[in-house]
């Protein structure tokens, strides 16, 4: 039974070599240098726009520390969130909260050539909230905002996979 069960894995390994197959992957950028234009709070890091760099670097990108040195200027936006009561619990208390970030951003040229227009992403997730789970909860939402993070900075990368040469 096993040698049936390797000898099928096999075979379909050496059908779907055979046909050319392969995982597309991401593609490449098409600009060499990039410089990152972020607002600094001085009470904060700018979380994104250090993630930003990180994944231009890995992608194959030089991040310079001028703009004028770079092909594209990414330029991101102040990154906004919110917090608000979605609904309340029949004794008033909260039982959900709307959690809301938004960031927008463009990339041109350091002589001003638009390269993308400025784009405005949002993401919105519900969270449930029990008074007894504080810690859990605000865990929880430090977790949920980290991921939309996460998904904002992928999205700009895919954008910028996009800037034709």
Same mark, same amino acid.
């Given at each position: 039974?096993?040698? #049936?069960?390797?000898?099928?894995?096999?075979?379909?390994?050496?059908?779907?070599? %055979?046909? %050319?197959? +392969?995982? !597309?992957?991401?593609?490449?950028?098409?600009?060499?240098?990039?410089?990152?234009?972020?607002?600094?709070?001085?009470? +904060?890091?700018?979380?994104?726009? *250090?993630?930003? #760099?990180?994944?231009?670097?890995?992608?194959?990108?030089?991040?310079?520390?001028?703009?004028?040195?770079?092909?594209?200027?990414?330029?991101?936006?102040?990154?906004?969130?919110?917090?608000?009561?979605?609904?309340?619990?029949?004794? %008033?208390?909260?039982? *959900? &909260?709307?959690?809301? @970030?938004?960031?927008?951003? /463009?990339?041109?040229?350091?002589? %001003?050539?638009? !390269?993308?227009?400025?784009?405005?992403?949002?993401?919105?997730?519900?969270?449930?909230?029990?008074?007894? /789970? &504080?810690?859990?909860?605000?865990?929880? *939402?430090?977790?949920?905002?980290?991921? @939309?993070?996460? *998904?904002?900075? /992928? +999205?700009? @990368?895919?954008?910028? #996979? !996009?800037?034709?040469?």
């Amino acid at each position: 039974m096993k040698r #049936r069960v390797f000898l099928f894995a096999l075979t379909l390994t050496l059908a779907l070599s %055979g046909c %050319g197959f +392969q995982l !597309r992957g991401a593609s490449p950028l098409t600009f060499k240098t990039v410089f990152v234009e972020a607002p600094i709070a001085s009470y +904060q890091r700018n979380v994104m726009a *250090e993630r930003m #760099r990180t994944l231009l670097k890995a992608a194959g990108a030089t991040v310079t520390g001028l703009p004028n040195e770079a092909e594209i200027i990414l330029k991101l936006g102040a990154e906004k969130r919110t917090k608000t009561i979605l609904s309340l619990t029949g004794a %008033g208390r909260v039982a *959900e &909260y709307r959690l809301e @970030m938004s960031v927008t951003y /463009q990339a041109h040229t350091p002589a %001003g050539k638009e !390269r993308l227009p400025e784009t405005e992403i949002k993401f919105i997730r519900d969270l449930t909230y029990d008074d007894s /789970q &504080y810690a859990a909860k605000s865990a929880e *939402e430090d977790f949920l905002y980290k991921s @939309m993070d996460e *998904e904002a900075t /992928q +999205q700009i @990368m895919r954008h910028l #996979r !996009r800037i034709s040469a």
